[in-house]
């Protein structure tokens, strides 16, 4: 992967999840820390690092032969 035109080590986290990275607020701290957990781990800069993130709905998310709507849900109690 070549980042800001460098083909050094780097790091892409996607995160995709219902009802948890919805909004510019949730993802800034959510941003926060998983860059503290990566340059720790993978000993990375933050700038050779990058986060994005995917709102995503129940409908979206195959589980269980169906999606993760209520309805779904409901079947399966």
Do not use: Y
């Not at 993802?27 to 926060?32: E, L, M, R, T």
């Amino acid at each position: 992967m070549v980042l800001s035109g460098s083909a050094e080590p780097c790091a892409q986290l996607v995160v995709s999840s219902i009802g948890v990275v919805g909004t510019a607020e949730q993802n800034k701290q959510h941003s926060a820390r998983f860059f503290d957990f990566l340059t720790a781990k993978l000993g990375l800069g933050p700038e050779r690092i990058v986060i994005r993130f995917f709102p995503l709905e129940p409908w979206q998310i195959g589980k269980n032969k169906t999606v993760m709507t209520r309805s779904a849900r409901t079947r399966q109690s």
